[in-house]
């Protein structure tokens, strides 16, 4: 039998405020376990949470650019259930009334453009976390992550494919880091996902049992779980088994998914209204404050990189992958006036060489001014593309601009037929034989004497001036 793929994705994303959604403890990766914690955040008895307004106005950002409606009232929820690293013992998230709803994502796989609905983005705060001592069986638990500010957002059941789910989660990241909203950092799970699958027989209106996968770092494991997962429940269903409603864990070493536990529903959660927090009430005046000072997001950027500036679709996809490098291609392109010259010195030499040393566009030791200058010495003549690459590799050492490089190194590249004659001549004064067999048709022979010059010159001679000066003289 032939089965389609019921696929739902629900992401959870770590926003980048100071402090935490219901505390003023810093909102902060890496520090020491338990240190950015108060009686709040730990559930001390007596203590009441405070709403970080900041974390509402970014969940109503992420809302807006994902077309979803922003709900003028939405309510605190607590989600009831038992373990170590939850100190209250419940969740303060949201339920039956979130702050946005009904969105949607347009996604490209294939060449095909597919609309993924958004059910809800709601808010919450995160838990803490458990750490498994490899060496002896004890865990520990660090509660710095308790009270971190989450947005939680949940897809339709509109995926149908691992691939289609993998290309939703990079549109979805690439939003929220355009925003500043989150990091996207899915190693250190600032940006998580966990998946819910199932398999139905093609053409069946009716979802099947689904599995719910959790433990998916990366966008290609997400990729790889959900690959697995399908072979598996066709396996099931083929051999006539039932599919179990489960929670199950991604094994990157296995390559293969584990069952963890039974799936929880809503009901298993006791959800009811926290008495601690009043109404949600955003006003219309401030949803559309906050959508008029939306950026251009990835979509539309991509499609104006392509329409502006002339770049292939993939130059495009490449230089809006992120916002500053978006922008620092924007300042040198318009500052040397050569787009497509432009997008290859940065996506070749300059971020090749920010990825060798772990850097960012934001660390680049060239400004955007100093790459474009070098690029409008090599549009004019003035450096030859060899020589330029000397010169970036010069800049990235020292932060030098490209014209004093240039004249520390004595690099300026000969463009200036005299100069150039005058070794011409005397190469073929030494070299008559060569002379004497290019004349006769050896056409080959042009390189032989441009190799030579170029050696005189230790490579500054300008290629196209010589190899016309070449044919010229020789033919005189």
């Excluded at 010069?394 to 030098?400: T, Y």
């Excluded at 030579?452 to 001036?465: D, F, L, R």
């Amino acid at each position: 039998m032939q089965y389609e793929a019921v696929i739902g994705l629900e992401v959870h994303a770590q926003l980048l405020t100071h402090s935490k959604i219901f505390c003023g403890c810093a909102n902060q990766f890496g520090s020491p376990p338990n240190t950015n914690v108060c009686p709040v955040c730990l559930g001390m008895p007596g203590t009441l949470p405070v709403l970080n307004r900041k974390v509402v106005e970014f969940s109503i950002r992420a809302g807006l650019a994902t077309h979803c409606a922003i709900a003028p009232k939405s309510v605190w929820a607590r989600k009831n259930y038992f373990y170590p690293d939850l100190p209250k013992n419940y969740q303060i998230s949201q339920y039956e009334l979130p702050l946005c709803t009904g969105g949607y994502l347009d996604i490209e796989v294939e060449g095909q453009t597919r609309r993924i609905g958004i059910t809800r983005i709601h808010m919450e705060e995160d838990a803490g976390k458990l750490i498994h001592d490899p060496a002896q069986p004890v865990s520990y638990v660090d509660l710095n992550r308790t009270g971190t500010p989450l947005m939680e957002i949940v897809s339709e059941p509109d995926l149908r494919t691992p691939e289609e789910a993998a290309a939703y989660l990079k549109a979805l990241r690439d939003i929220l880091v355009y925003l500043e909203i989150c990091d996207g950092n899915m190693e250190e799970g600032s940006f998580r996902c966990d998946a819910n699958i199932s398999l139905r027989p093609v053409g069946q209106a009716e979802f099947g049992t689904r599995a719910e996968l959790k433990n998916m770092n990366s966008f290609r494991n997400v990729q790889k779980a959900l690959e697995y997962e399908i072979r598996r429940q066709r396996a099931v269903l083929d051999d006539g088994g039932s599919v179990i409603q489960e929670t199950r864990l991604w094994d990157a070493g296995a390559n293969k998914t584990l069952s963890m536990r039974g799936k929880e529903e809503a009901h298993d959660y006791r959800y009811f209204p926290d008495p601690d927090l009043l109404p949600l009430i955003v006003e219309p005046a401030w949803v559309e404050e906050i959508r008029a000072g939306l950026p251009e997001l990835p979509d539309k950027k991509r499609r104006r990189f392509e329409e502006q500036y002339g770049l292939p679709a993939y130059d495009a996809g490449v230089l809006t992958m992120s916002r500053p490098l978006a922008d620092y291609f924007e300042a040198v392109a318009s500052a040397c006036g050569a787009p497509k010259a432009a997008s290859n010195w940065i996506m070749s030499e300059l971020m090749g060489a920010l990825n060798a040393e772990g850097k960012e566009i934001t660390a680049s030791p060239i400004a955007a001014g100093q790459l474009a200058e070098l690029i409008r010495m090599v549009e004019s003549g003035e450096l030859s593309g060899k020589l330029a690459k000397q010169v970036f590799a010069e800049m990235m050492a020292s932060g030098q601009d490209p014209g004093a490089v240039v004249a520390a190194k004595g690099l300026k590249q000969v463009s200036d037929e005299g100069p150039l004659r005058e070794l011409l001549q005397k190469i073929f004064a030494a070299n008559p034989g060569q002379v004497e067999q290019y004349k006769a048709g050896k056409d080959k022979l042009l390189g032989f004497f441009v190799g030579q010059v170029m050696k005189e010159t230790k490579g500054q001679a300008n290629p196209q001036v010589l190899n016309d000066l070449v044919k010229k003289m020789l033919s005189e």
